[in-house]
């Protein structure tokens, strides 16, 4: 009879790529929970639009490179990538700016490198970047957390909001509603009062600051963080990048803070707005874009949280997640070049 | 701080990096004591070393019994192979090997008689033998590394340098495998017995016995062995480590117990480290108190598909088939029969292949048990290869090299460092195959550094083959303004001045009226064919002198032969009787053959030289390179197929280049043998050599090569013809009186005449040669070359053409422009008087041999 031939090691784990996809996704939902909590069911619609636009487009791809559909979309990488981005735009963005954003995500910056593992380009954020410079208000005007906000974003207008259904009666009811909710984001509030003179202690006493760091943007963090936790705890992810985003902010923003409280923001708030934990668990961490060695990969993600800082504080953009790990990415090839452990049996590196 | 040993005596360990944790599934066969099967009917037993390091002392149709050595040989690294059982050898053949490629491998086949007889054993004690014999036994048994890689143990039994550890590897990390779990358990005491010996041997401060966690029973019973033994204590110990693959491995085991790593290409013997597998500690005690050769081995046979798994003493050469049979196998649908563990095992395609020493476990896995294979996915760069590689490599990083080819630079990556454990691959989400890529990238880099190497070396070859060619040329250079003025001076003294010299005044007068169309030619052209004319007509006037005087010199060359031959005596006593005989069969047929080449003289006698005849001669001047005169008879032999004609015509000489010419039944033979001379006929520049200044290999030289030739055309018939080109030069020399023993040097050298049929001058050789001759042999030799000279003219017609540009690379002669009186320089067709009166020489000659033939 014929026996099969195989080469060593016959043996391997069970954990594959679409588990690992699969598991980043699901250790979003406490994040997306909160979000959703604080921020309306816009976030939820503009999920279901990104997932789908980006199975479309993943799958038309496929189909024009004569690959397996159902193999590719099967690695839920487009999943994840959709998610990312869903997240981040603001709840009650149009719909063709998140279409828009997944098409340029998985068409352009994924499949058109060669696919999953190939781009260089961490494709949510760089479809955050193209829409945040194409169309900068609509991706500046977030919702204020439903705490503080005087109008309620529920289902049915957050539906009307992002389809833009402004030519009837119901839609324009609807949209006052909405328009009173809008509101910048705390960094970027902050940012502007600091540039109108008023000290960081004045901007703070703000209601949008209330809470810990600020309102509503504290408990996503922390649910993000806490997805993170998980992640690290079934190996989804390595420590070394996430820790060294934290701490390197941390180390900026504590130097920064020391030196004048009043013209630099606090080292919490630091850590606990904006898209930091969702940056440092889920968008930095993706390891086909990020360095692959250890201690290239502390380097990468230190270099992400100064970036952060640096951008936030002296950058003309409130948040400067999504600029910060585009930087980055685009030095792993070079940290990977340089950075090489020391093999068995070698006395320094090479 | 504590002291290495200290911390070794207390058991302490180190990290090493990387690992993987895969399910362990060891109590599916360590659940019973090691027993043994029904022997088997056939044994394989392959013999590799056979034709390099040793050879056979057995044949097919032997009675063998058990324990009897099948190959003898030398070298450091041999090591005999046993026949397992007692039987009878049925066949020795090339037969599948127990390897990934299983690609086929000498083997003896032996059919077992059933009985088992040992062959005669020797038991020793420790005390009657000095180390020097403990290895020679070691090494007699044919003891190599039972941990799978089966490297031979009497050498790392005596290393350069001084050993002060010895680790014995009780590890067996890879799952499944309890091969050496059950050892230990079972023969303890044995296996402390033969570390005794090892001991002994190496003498080391520290013996340490390294034993995973997972088996405890192992440990206990190996400690109790420690105790029972006489061993030093105090001095060995057992160190229980983790349990982690690969463990195992002598990189990772030697750093886990000292915390060292054995530099990159070095061995653990330079950290005076040596690791042992506890088989082989058990094998050696075997080897030297009883006497017993490595012929049996614990395997282990395992995996749902057995019936009975469990640790077996299987007879090296058992075959897979069989021992599988005898255990209940169920083969499945895509059934993997995995020798080796889960690990590094390699699947068999074929299962008719022995077990060999190295075969430490066969597993034959259901479906559920091992997943069927996955397709390869893209790598998402995850690191987690990286993070389990115990060599601390970057697997991701060599993948990418390794798939686009890009060898060098996962060399760079240290890919050589590579241990192919499979953790990377273990532990790849995209199931991508890592270390099938890193074996088919090192190999490439295997050959490549191969082919390197011999590119080298072929360049410091060709180097020194352009050294030595130029060394040549200045010295054949000067020596032919030597001769040329020796010539000369000949001349002049000779009686036969006015003669040639009258004659060459007619060939240049009629030379000069056939050439008037050409005075337009270039200054250069008509500078050299100044030269040709009179330098035709200097050569029929030496050719003249030369076959007066040559008639008078026969007896005395002769004389000179056996003078000659006499000196070869030394070089090849074998060779005297046939060098007469072989000089006259070499000038009947030269004679022969100058008759009909006469005619094909025309433009031949007319060139005055050749430079790429001297080229060409400098190529065949090199008989001392044995193997490049045996290249050289390869190129030409493929040559010899295109120019059948050209090959035909050198066949010819070939019952003379053979030392052994039977003529008429050797021609055909020789066609190939003489292929060397197939460019030479068509190379009409060659002849003018013996005019020319090419003439200048001293005699010394020519002799030499001629003896050297001489000794190796016995081996090598084909060679032989390489000494042909120093012939030519030699011969003319004996033209010259004073030279004449040059004359028999070149008959001697078995007489390569290949030039001559197109040479005038040496239609002058019959005569020196074969006046005495009245030999059948030299007849038939004769008739058969006068047929193919017939053939060889036509080729030499043919190659007019080119022997036209030879003359207008005519470089040498400068020395003949002095002897020019008063001739034209655009007298180009006067070398064609030169040679008609040549030609008609040489027919004269030719006929008076043939009728002294008769």
Redesign the interface.
């Known amino acids: 009879m014929a026996f099969k031939i195989a080469s060593s090691p016959h043996v391997s784990t069970s954990l594959h790529t679409n588990t690992v996809m699969k598991r980043v996704a699901l250790c979003l939902i406490p994040g997306l929970v909160v979000q959703s909590y604080y921020f309306g069911f816009g976030t939820l619609i503009q999920l279901l639009l990104a997932v789908s636009t980006a199975y479309l487009a993943e799958a038309a791809v496929m189909k024009l490179r004569n690959k397996n559909i159902k193999a590719t979309l099967s690695d839920n990488s487009a999943l994840v990538t959709a998610v990312l981005l869903a997240v981040a735009i603001p709840p009650l963005a149009p719909w063709w700016l998140i279409v828009i954003g997944t098409l340029f995500a998985i068409v352009i910056v994924k499949q058109l490198y060669g696919g999953l593992g190939n781009n260089v380009f961490n494709p949510a954020m760089a479809a955050y970047v193209l829409l945040l410079i194409s169309f900068p208000v609509q991706m500046t005007s977030w919702i204020a957390p439903q705490t503080i906000a005087l109008n309620h974003a529920d289902i049915l207008s957050s539906l009307f909001s992002i389809f833009e259904f402004r030519h009837s009666f119901l839609a324009e009811h609807f949209q006052l509603s909405i328009d009173g909710t809008t509101m910048a984001t705390p960094l970027d509030t902050l940012k502007t009062d600091l540039s109108m003179g008023l000290t960081t202690t004045e901007s703070m006493t703000k209601p949008i600051f209330s809470g810990m760091a600020a309102e509503g943007w504290f408990w996503v963090n922390m649910a993000y963080l806490i997805g993170g936790a998980i992640m690290l705890k079934l190996k989804v992810i390595r420590w070394h990048i996430s820790i060294a985003i934290l701490a390197s902010l941390f180390v900026c923003a504590s130097f920064g803070y020391l030196i004048s409280p009043d013209t630099f923001v606090s080292p919490l708030m630091h850590l606990f707005s904006g898209g930091t934990m969702l940056a440092a668990f889920f968008i930095a961490t993706d390891p086909v874009t990020a360095a692959t060695s250890p201690r290239g990969r502390l380097i990468f993600g230190a270099m992400i949280g100064v970036l952060i800082y640096v951008i936030r504080t002296f950058g003309g953009y409130p948040d400067a997640v999504a600029f910060a790990v585009l930087l980055a990415n685009m030095c792993a090839p070079f940290i990977d070049y340089y950075v090489r452990p020391r093999s068995y049996g070698h006395r320094t590196g090479n | 701080m504590l002291t290495l040993l200290e911390q070794l005596d207390k058991g302490f360990l180190w990290q090493s990096?990387g690992g993987i944790h895969?399910?362990q599934l060891k109590t599916l066969s360590n659940q019973s004591a090691i027993s043994r099967l029904p022997l088997a009917k056939r044994f394989i037993v392959p013999v590799p070393l056979v034709g390099e390091q040793a050879i056979l002392t057995v044949s097919v149709g032997d009675k063998v019994l058990k324990g009897q050595a099948l190959t003898e040989g030398s070298g450091f690294t041999y090591l005999p192979v046993h026949a397992p059982t007692s039987g009878h050898i049925i066949a020795i053949e090339q037969h599948a090997s127990n390897h990934?490629s299983a690609l086929p491998i000498l083997s003896c086949v032996i059919e077992a008689d059933g009985l088992d007889t040992w062959c005669e054993l020797t038991s020793n004690s420790l005390e009657q033998l000095s180390k020097t014999e403990i290895l020679s036994k070691i090494k007699q048994a044919g003891i190599a590394g039972m941990g799978g890689a089966a490297f031979p143990s009497h050498v790392k039994l005596n290393p350069a340098s001084e050993i002060d550890l010895v680790i014995i590897n009780g590890i067996e990390c890879e799952?499944y495998i309890t091969s050496d779990d059950r050892l230990m358990r079972d023969h303890s005491d044995e296996i402390l017995a033969g570390v005794g010996i090892i001991h002994h041997l190496l003498n080391p401060q520290r013996i340490i016995i390294a034993i995973e966690d997972n088996k405890p029973e192992a440990a206990k019973n190996m400690q109790a062995a420690i105790e029972r033994s006489s061993l030093p204590k105090g001095q060995i110990r057992v160190t229980v480590i983790p349990t982690k693959y690969p463990s195992g491995g002598e990189?990772q085991l030697i750093?886990i117990i000292t915390g060292k790593?054995?530099?990159?290409?070095?061995i653990p013997a330079q950290l005076g480290i040596v690791v042992h597998n506890v088989g082989t500690a058990y094998a050696i005690q075997d080897a030297i108190y009883h006497g017993k050769p490595l012929v049996e081995r614990v395997v282990t046979l395992t995996g749902e598909n057995i019936a009975k798994p469990g640790n077996y003493w299987l007879p090296l050469g058992t075959t897979v088939a069989d021992a599988l049979q005898a255990v209940d196998f169920k083969?499945s649908t895509?059934?993997?029969?995995?020798v080796?563990g889960?690990?590094?095992?390699?699947?068999?395609?074929?299962?008719d292949v022995p077990i060999l020493k190295g075969t430490n476990c066969l597993l034959v896995?259901s479906p559920e048990e091992?997943?069927p294979?996955?397709?390869e996915?893209?790598?998402?760069?995850?690191?987690e290869c990286?993070?389990a590689c115990?060599?601390?490599?970057?697997p991701?990083?060599l993948f990418w090299h390794a798939k686009a080819q890009e060898y060098d630079k996962a060399a760079?990556?240290?890919l050589k460092?590579c241990i192919?454990c499979?953790c990377c691959?273990?532990?790849?989400?995209?199931?991508i195959?890592l270390?099938?890529y890193y074996?088919v990238a090192k190999s490439a880099l295997k050959t490549a550094a191969e082919e390197k190497h011999q590119a080298e070396q072929a360049k410091i070859r060709f180097e020194a083959r352009l050294q030595r060619l130029e060394d040549e040329k200045n010295a054949r250079e000067a020596k032919a303004k030597e001769a040329a003025a020796k010539r000369q001076a000949n001349m002049k003294s000779s009686d036969k001045d006015a003669v040639a010299a009258a004659m060459a005044r007619i060939a240049a007068k009629k030379a000069q009226a056939e050439s008037n169309t050409s005075v337009s030619e270039a200054p250069t052209v008509t500078t050299q064919t100044a030269i040709d004319p009179k330098k035709a007509a200097v050569n029929a006037a030496i050719e003249r002198a030369k076959a007066k005087k040559a008639a008078q010199a026969d007896t005395s060359n002769v004389k000179a032969a056996d003078h000659t031959d006499a000196l070869l005596d030394n070089i090849n006593a074998d060779d005297v009787k046939t060098d007469d005989k072989q000089a006259k069969v070499a000038a009947a047929i030269a004679r022969a053959k100058a008759k009909k080449a006469a005619q094909a003289n025309d433009v031949i006698s007319s060139q005055t030289d050749a430079i790429t005849g001297s080229e060409h001669n400098k190529d065949q001047v090199t008989p001392p390179d044995d193997k490049q005169a045996r290249v050289a008879a390869a190129v030409a032999r493929a040559k010899a197929k295109k120019l059948a004609q050209a090959a035909a015509s050198s066949s010819a000489t070939d019952p003379i280049a053979t030392p052994d010419a039977n003529v008429p039944t050797e021609s055909t033979d020789a066609t190939d043998a003489s292929a060397d001379h197939s460019t030479e006929p068509l190379t009409p520049s060659n002849t003018i050599e013996p005019q020319t200044a090419d003439s200048s290999v001293s005699d010394k030289q020519a002799r030499v090569a001629a003896a050297v030739a001489k000794a190796k055309a016995k081996k090598l018939a084909q060679v032989a013809a390489g000494t042909s080109a120093t012939d030519p030069i030699a011969t003319p020399d004996a033209n010259v009186p004073t030279e004449s023993t040059d004359a028999t040097d070149a008959t001697d050298a078995s007489a390569d005449h290949s030039t001559e049929p197109l040479t005038p001058s040496n239609t002058i050789e019959p005569q020196t040669a074969d006046s005495s001759v009245s030999d059948k042999q030299a007849r038939v030799a004769a008739a058969v070359a006068k047929a193919k000279a017939k053939k060889l003219a036509q080729v030499a017609e043919d190659n007019q053409d080119q022997s036209l540009e030879n003359q207008h690379n005519e470089q040498h002669n400068e020395q003949h422009t002095e002897m020019s009186t008063a001739l034209s320089p655009e007298q180009a067709k006067k070398a064609k008087v030169a040679a008609a009166v040549a030609k008609a020489k040489a027919k004269k000659l030719a006929k008076s041999a043939e009728q002294e033939e008769q």
């Open positions: 990096p895969p399910p990934a799952p990189k750093q790593e054995v530099p990159s290409g070095a083969p895509q059934q993997k029969v995995i080796g889960p690990m590094m095992g390699y699947a068999l395609a074929d299962l896995p091992i997943a294979d996955t397709t996915k893209a790598c998402i760069r995850c690191g990286a993070v115990p060599a601390l490599l970057l991701q990083q760079s990556f240290n460092d192919e499979g691959s273990y532990v790849c989400p995209s199931d195959p270390v099938e074996r």
